[in-house]
């Protein structure tokens, strides 16, 4: 673990070297596991913030292709470096897409009131300003809001089921009922929790023992063999779990 451990911190290193030619970069930042104390090497993504002082141009998008691609040859963690590039002068408007690597690829997507809070909440910089330097404050009720409108634009048509082969993959069972224990969490006190504790969460909501374990398992090792049958059955579990979650956490929120 603690090889990993430095392996990481030697990418996140050769990360902020090569990131400060290539753009104009005023801030970077870590958010989600990574600052919330539940970062497993080789299973956790890390979730980075750029802030830059203006919006990028093509040349620079290209540039940023080709060094989150170099740092992935070099690096197996840096497939999971996930980072949007937010312009200063913009970082208070939620609704506003950054562009952003993820996925192995150049896109834009918004930064969320839950990816802000967390932020705020770790207030960890790599390098220039602190993120409650920067960024305004996100209220419970545009947190809560952002969750209510997740679960049910999202997550409740996921779990339709015309959708139900989605759920015969680990990342959608392992994904779908922590973040419905941790929006149940963020509604009902609005604070924010790490997917361990969300773990928790889901033994007091009544989610099978047996799926529990098998999310378990993937975050935190070993890793066990999932077995045709088991992978079936377990996708109509978690699928249904859910579904009824959400509905219960929706009509109490």
């Given at each position: ?170 990342v959608w069972v392992d994904l779908g009922p922590v973040t419905l ?73």
């Amino acid at each position: 673990m603690a090889d990993d451990d430095d392996r990481t911190s030697e990418l996140l290193d050769c990360f902020l070297t090569v990131l400060g030619p290539a753009v104009p970069l005023v801030a970077l930042w870590a958010h989600g596991s990574l600052v919330m104390g539940d970062y497993q090497p080789g299973r956790s993504d890390l979730d980075m913030i750029a802030v830059v002082d203006a919006e990028l141009n093509r040349r620079q998008k290209d540039e940023v292709t080709r060094l989150h691609r170099r740092l992935i040859e070099e690096f197996p963690q840096a497939k999971s470096l996930h980072c949007s590039y937010l312009v200063r002068s913009r970082l208070a408007d939620t609704a506003l897409r950054h562009v952003t690597f993820a996925h192995g690829q150049l896109f834009e997507r918004p930064v969320t009131p839950v990816a802000r809070r967390e932020l705020l909440t770790g207030d960890r910089a790599l390098y220039g300003p602190s993120p409650a330097e920067l960024l305004p404050p996100v209220g419970d009720e545009e947190l809560k809001a952002f969750v209510r409108a997740d679960l049910a634009g999202y997550w409740r048509p996921a779990t339709d089921r015309r959708k139900s082969t989605n759920w015969l993959r680990d990342v959608w069972v392992d994904l779908g009922p922590v973040t419905l224990a941790r929006a149940a969490v963020t509604l009902r006190d609005g604070q924010l929790i790490t997917k361990g504790a969300a773990l928790e969460v889901l033994a007091e909501l009544g989610a099978p023992e047996q799926m529990i374990a098998d999310i378990r398992a993937r975050r935190y090792g070993p890793e066990r063999p999932v077995s045709w049958g088991w992978r079936l059955r377990r996708a109509r579990l978690a699928r249904r779990f859910v579904r009824a979650g959400i509905d219960r956490t929706l009509a109490g929120a």
